[in-house]
Every structure is written in structure tokens, then in C-alpha cells.
């Protein structure tokens, strides 16, 4: 079965950092193009990070450039998204996505074939 197991998000306060994972099972994530979105309330889902090609550089939305890192561990089959200097702002639900990696950019949600479930990241004191 095709999963994507996303996880580590929580309650941290503005200026912590917090790391969240997909573990992927069911296909080989270093095939594809990868990304997180988030979904802040009553707002769309939006990309913030992304990698297009199998051996690229990640990118960054301007809103986390500087403080956010994507990484993979082909090894594990898992994707990372280092998150520090978090603000209020940054509060939403965490998506990651793949799609098989084709060459070409895919920034909108209707471009990954799989999902994890979210996990809910909260900025507050």
C-alpha cells in the first residue's frame, strides 16, 4: 500500500523549533518530487517547500526562506522539514506530497498523487 506517514508537529512556542517527518512506504521517495504544503485556517493550502527533481535543491516559499530546511534520507524513505525560528503565523496543519518525478514543477495541490494525513503545528505562548 501507498502511504505517506507524516508526523512531529505540536505546541511550540514563537522563536522554538520543531522538525516534522513523512515516512513513505509502498515506493521509493527518492523517485520523486517531493513538498510540504500547510493550511492555515480559513485559508487554502499553499506550498512552502519543494524539490522537482530526483537529485535537486530544495526550494522555499519567500514566507520560511531562512528558517525552514528540506531534507530527505533516501535511506529511511522519509522526508524531513526542519522548522526554527517559528512565528504565529507559521500555525497551520503540515501536508507532505509526492509525485513521480518527472522534471517539471509541480506547485499546486492537484499535482501529488499522495498525501500524509497532516499534523498540526501550533505557534503560541
Known amino acids: 500500500e501507498v502511504q505517506l506517514q507524516a508526523s512531529g508537529g505540536g505546541l511550540v512556542q514563537p522563536g522554538g523549533s520543531l522538525r516534522l517527518s513523512c515516512a513513505a512506504s509502498g515506493f521509493t521517495l527518492a523517485a520523486y518530487a517531493v513538498a510540504w504544503f500547510r493550511q492555515a485556517p480559513g485559508k487554502e493550502r499553499e506550498i512552502i517547500s519543494y524539490?522537482?527533481?530526483?537529485?535537486?535543491?530544495?526550494n522555499y516559499a519567500d514566507s520560511v526562506r531562512g528558517r525552514f530546511t528540506l531534507s530527505r534520507d533516501n535511506g529511511k524513505n522519509t522526508l524531513y522539514l526542519q522548522m526554527n525560528s517559528l512565528k504565529p503565523e507559521d500555525t497551520a496543519v503540515y501536508y507532505c506530497?509526492?509525485?513521480?518525478?518527472?522534471?517539471?514543477?509541480?506547485?499546486?495541490?492537484?499535482?501529488?498523487?499522495?498525501w500524509g494525513q497532516g499534523t498540526l503545528v501550533t505557534v503560541s505562548s
Open positions: 524539490i522537482y527533481t530526483v537529485d535537486g535543491s530544495p
Open positions: 506530497a509526492a509525485v513521480p518525478g518527472d522534471g517539471l514543477l509541480h506547485l499546486t495541490t492537484d499535482e501529488y498523487d499522495y
